[in-house]
């Protein structure tokens, strides 16, 4: 399989495959369920969630768990991790690259937690317009948080972990979005921690003409 960047070929791997087995754990399940909770109480009438980037479904557990109706959808790349997606039940799941996959449908939220982190920044224009599109009224970033763009080495790997202001890219981007809330989890919270996750709830609010 070819990809668009050397990073995609990088998470579709090898590497992409030792990633589920270093972060597959239940604390991080229960840690996401406080995450996510905190983040849904700034957000009405969530029916439908997507998420790109899913790995195994660790976020999308979580939010099962939340909103145990919602229609909930999960894209990844990396075929190990989709098969072991396949097996939760009420996920609907497209493996594919953020980049490449054609999105026709609309989810109330839209959303990525440590994904834009990995991707290459020259194409970022193109996974800030499937989060766009792919919402019909929220998008959350949960990423690396820097002011101004960096690049990091990534456990011995170059231009495989970049920082940035994702969100206000976005919001510079689409006019009609709005910051309803933020958020930061440090790895070191006595109880849920997270790896120091920056995350932005945004809203498309309606534009007067």
Request: with cysteine; glycine share 6%; net charge negative.
């Amino acid at each position: 399989m070819t990809f668009k960047t050397e990073q995609e070929a990088f998470w579709h791997g090898e590497f992409g495959s030792a990633y589920i087995d270093r972060n597959k754990n239940v604390q991080n399940i229960a840690s996401n369920i406080h995450l996510f909770s905190r983040i849904l109480t700034a957000t009405s009438d969530i029916n439908s969630i997507i998420e790109f980037g899913s790995n195994v479904g660790l976020n999308l557990i979580a939010l099962q768990q939340l909103k145990p109706s919602a229609d909930l959808c999960g894209i990844e790349i990396n075929p190990q991790a989709v098969r072991e997606l396949q097996q939760l039940r009420g996920i609907n799941v497209i493996e594919g690259s953020m980049l490449e996959i054609e999105i026709n449908d609309t989810w109330d939220l839209s959303f990525t937690k440590g994904v834009l982190i990995h991707l290459n920044p020259d194409y970022l224009s193109i996974a800030y317009q499937q989060l766009y599109a792919a919402s019909r009224k929220y998008i959350l970033i949960a990423e690396y948080y820097n002011p101004t763009p960096l690049s990091l080495n990534y456990r011995g790997h170059s231009d495989r972990l970049f920082k940035r202001d994702f969100a206000g890219e976005l919001m510079d981007r689409y006019t009609d979005l709005e910051l309803v809330d933020y958020g930061f989890v440090y790895h070191r919270d006595p109880n849920f921690k997270q790896d120091d996750v920056t995350w932005f709830l945004l809203e498309k609010i309606k534009v007067d003409k």
